[in-house]
Each structure stands twice: as C-alpha cells, then as structure tokens.
C-alpha cells in the first residue's frame, strides 16, 4: 500500500579540480570540473545510469563490460551512498561469485534475456540465503526459500546482489505512517532531495534504481505500490494485471490485489524485465488466466511511434490539489497532441465507491492471507497469526511503534472470515467498480489507454505526523487488477513527477509502447542530486 532517522552524510563525490599552471594568465587557467553528484556512473565507457539492458548484454557479448565488474561497481555504490539513502538492507555475500559464473556461462555461448544483470528485490520477496523480513523485526533472521518470481528473474540470468528497504509490512500497519520507514532498515530517502520522502510501500527499489544502485529493482503493490515510488523518484514503474506474476513466496496483504513488478531507469528494461517475470505457477492459481495473454518478449514489440494516432483519455480525478502538478500535466497534454496522440480531456471515472470497500476487503484479506504465509514460510519459532504480530509489537513497542501505531492490524483483527457476507460484497464492489469504469472509459472512447499523474512532488519525511499526500490515481486499476505504468513526465524544483498509463486487463504490450513513445521523443529524466534540502527562497 502507499502511505531521517539519522542526517544524511556529507556528499561522497568523485572529480577533479584543475590545477592552473604556475604563472599562466588567468584566462589561460583550465576551467573547473565540478564534482558529479552521487559520483561516476560510467563503467568502461559506458553510462550505466543511461544504457539499456539490451545495450549492456551487447558490451558483456563483445568482451567490453563483464557481469562481475558491473556488479561490483553497483556494491561499491551502496557502499559509498547507502549511508544517505538507506535503500538497501540486505547484500547478498554471494553477488559477485553469481556474476562470475554468468560470466562463463556467456563464454560458453550462452543467451538470456538478463544473463548478468544485478537486480535488487524488496525485503518483503523470498530470497534463498538473505532474510526476508517485510521490514519487521519480527521477521528478522527468517530466511525463506526463492519466491517464484526470483526463481523466474535468475532463470533468465539476471544476479540478485541484494534486498531494498520498504514501509514496515508494505505501509498496511498503522496510521500516520511515513512511507520508506521500516524498523529492520530506517528511513529511506529520496535522491533528489534527501530530506523528501521516497513513497511507500517499494520505496527502497525506487530509491535503488533512481540512484544506480542495480540495473533494475522488483517492487511490489497493492495500490500504488510500485507507481508511486517509481513517480516520486523519478523513474519507469509497471505494476502488471493480477495474475502475470506469481506470488508465491511473496510476503502478502491480498490476493485479490498484490502483484510483483519492474522498476527501472528506461521502458525498455521494464519490458525486458517484465518478459521474465511471466509464467505459469500452479501454486498461484489467478496465474493460469495469462494463458494466451501475454509475452516472453515485450520488448520485441516496443513501438516507438505508438503515441502518432494514439487516443489518450485524461482522467483529472486528480486535478486541483497540486498547482504544480497541474502544469506538468497540462505540458504532458500539449506535447502529446504535438506527437500525434488525440487527448480526450476529462474522462470521467467514477471510483468514490471502490475506496471504502476496498479498505474493508483489504483488511479481511491481510488476516487470513498473511497466517497462510507465515505458516509456510516462516520457521517455527516467528510468529504465525496476525495476533501474534500485534503482540510482538506491543512487546518491542520501543523499537516497533516508535513513530506510530498499528491501527490497521488491529482493525484487521476484528474482521471475521473470507466467508463473511461483508466481506463477500466488499470486495465485488471494489473490483467490479474498478474494472466498470477503465473498461467503460475505453470503450466509450475508443482509447488506446487513460492518463493521470501519478505523484506530485516528494513531501517533506515526517516520522512524527507521517505522510502529506497530496495526490494518488493507482486505485482504479489496483482495484480492478488491471496495469499501470509510471514514466516521468516532469519536475517541479527538481522534484520528480510522473504520469501514469493505465487500461484493461493484459494491456501491458501497448501501455508500454506509449510509454517508450514517450520517453524516445521527451527524454525528460534526470539523475538525481543527492541535495540535503530545498534552497529556502
């Protein structure tokens, strides 16, 4: 769900400051070279912040780069700037002896899609070897197997150097959170400006990939989720239709709305990533409904004319709240029509009845969904039952409910079974209130996709009073279980803001072609700056 424990460090940064030759003339003095914030992000040549993942198997295919020197450039990253950004809780030990056997394995003429790539997950995904903690303490030290979706990502070839920091049970514990606070790891902050808040609950992968930490992250959502972290710190986020990928082995809140997904710098890797992540699981039943539906290889249909013809409706459910965001929407606007998309302006989507029913159905669903996993997954000694958790809490309440409480576990507490007519018809309000109005808007209008923004512009981290949202539009394909894909679209102060694409159910292939449509011709993301805080004016 979306809802500094220390001061950031002084900025670790690499460059050279020209020496001026003895007795030369002032205006023959070689110019300073300033200090690139965040340090190089260029490894044998190559931009690594910039390049694709198919660009970057090319120069591993032409003996330029290797797995294991791109790895243990991104370890010496976290290394050098996780102190200011706690994105990462967990290293695997075992990264660069993984990139060293992708690395003979294309010596011996192997071909993956992501043979070689570090990819960083969210502490709430299994990972065999590393603890898998959602955040709590109460999980510290549980070390489940891979979940499927791992397994899939190291199938294709990708290395799994690490895990990535999140809002303590993916932001569904308390009110007045602050999203990227989790008990196991801190904190996380935003690499634009450090004291701005990352979103929740995948903050820690938006704050890793923003800041080139990994190749790519896995983020995962239930509503906005994966959209707004990747909004708010300024890169490509896809959350995909329920029941593309697995989750199995993902610690849960429901399994009427959870899924796993790919943040990235381009749309290119997201489609690459995404192609990865497909596949049937028999312990996940919704999965059998991809069938005929979708792809191996979105990244083979990537279209970058997709937005010349498009119809693009603009949902402004959003609007009014945040002048800032407004006007990046409005440039959106104009520069779309200028590629050769008609914008219908102002779709109507009624979702006002989705929003109490979804939080009814989410609470019922997070007691028994997460018994099920913690009697799975978590040995003997964790705790098995919702009940249990809130008791552990209670009892390290010094660590645990420091900065604010656990309403929403209690409240779940109180709900009955999955077979209570309240909840029955909760969550066919939700869902079908959500898939009515994208399904009706498109037909409607003939669109190709609506349009949102996604965030606006990073608030300021407030552990005591929690979160300032302002705006969110991830609800109505959350509900519905239908995709959703963030790209930037724009900054305000050099805060990012993204917007969001999002239509029926397997719609992913086109949603991902308007965004690469997008981003080949705007070009809008910038690398971060690792500011302490805004200048006061």
């Not at 994966?226 to 986020?237: A, D, E, N, R």
């Not at 007691?367 to 040995?379: N, P, V």
């Not at 029955?424 to 190709?448: K, N, P």
Request: net charge neutral; glycine share 10%; proline share 7%.
């Amino acid at each position: 769900m979306t809802r500094p424990l220390a001061a950031p460090t002084a900025a670790l940064c690499s460059g050279l400051l020209a020496l001026t030759l003895l007795g030369a003339p002032p205006a023959a003095a070689a110019p300073e070279r300033r200090p690139v914030p965040g340090g190089s992000t260029t490894v044998r040549g190559i931009d690594v912040d910039a390049a694709t993942i198919p660009r970057l198997q090319r120069a591993m295919d032409r003996g330029r780069l290797s797995s294991v020197r791109l790895t243990r450039f991104y370890l010496d990253r976290i290394e050098r700037l996780d102190g200011r950004l706690h994105a990462v809780v967990t290293v695997d030990r075992r990264a660069v002896a993984k990139a060293r056997a992708a690395d003979r394995a294309r010596a011996r003429g192997v071909d993956k899609p992501l043979l070689g790539i570090p990819v960083l997950v969210k502490d709430n995904i299994g990972t065999d070897g590393m603890p898998t903690t959602a955040g709590s303490l109460a999980l510290r030290g549980s070390t489940p197997p891979d979940a499927t979706v791992v397994r899939r990502l190291e199938r294709a070839g990708a290395v799994v150097i690490g895990k990535t920091n999140l809002s303590e049970w993916a932001n569904f514990r308390g009110d007045q959170s602050s999203s990227g606070w989790s008990a196991v790891g801190g904190q996380t902050s935003n690499p634009y400006v450090l004291d701005r808040n990352p979103c929740g609950s995948s903050s820690g992968s938006g704050t890793a990939v923003a800041a080139s930490l990994a190749t790519f992250a896995i983020g995962t959502e239930t509503d906005g989720s994966i959209v707004c972290p990747s909004g708010q710190t300024g890169v490509v986020g896809l959350k995909p239709s329920l029941g593309l990928a697995s989750r199995t082995g993902i610690v849960p809140i429901s399994p009427e709305q959870d899924t796993a997904g790919p943040m990235t710098r381009n749309v290119t890797d997201a489609a690459v990533v995404l192609g990865a992540l497909t596949g049937v699981d028999a312990a996940d039943p919704v999965t059998r409904e991809q069938r005929g539906q979708v792809r191996r290889d979105y990244a083979a249909g990537l279209d970058a004319d997709a937005l010349d013809g498009a119809r693009i409706g603009l949902w402004r459910g959003s609007f009014g709240v945040s002048p800032e965001t407004d006007r990046v929407m409005e440039r959106v606007v104009r520069r779309l029509e200028r590629l050769g998309a008609t914008v219908v302006d102002d779709v109507e989507l009624d979702i006002e009845p989705a929003y109490d029913a979804e939080t009814t159905a989410l609470q019922y669903e997070f007691k028994a969904a997460i018994a099920d996993y913690l009697r799975t997954f978590a040995a003997r000694r964790f705790p098995k039952t919702l009940a249990d958790l809130i008791a552990f809490n209670q009892a390290n309440a010094r660590r645990e409910l420091r900065w604010f409480g656990q309403e929403t576990f209690e409240a779940s507490q109180a709900r009955g079974p999955l077979t209570d007519p309240a909840y029955v018809e909760a969550r066919e309000l939700a869902t079908s209130t959500g898939q009515r109005v994208i399904d009706d808007a498109v037909a409607e209008h003939d669109l190709d996709a609506i349009l949102a923004p996604t965030n606006s512009p990073a608030w300021t981290t407030d552990l005591v009073n929690g979160d300032s949202f302002l705006l969110g539009s991830s609800t109505p394909a959350a509900v519905a279980g239908y995709p959703n894909l963030t790209v930037p679209a724009g900054y305000v102060e050099g805060l990012p803001v993204g917007m969001s694409l999002f239509g029926p159910r397997w719609s992913e292939q086109q949603l991902l072609s308007l965004g690469h449509a997008w981003e080949r011709a705007t070009d809008v993301r910038r690398t971060p700056r690792y500011l302490r805080t805004l200048p006061t004016r």
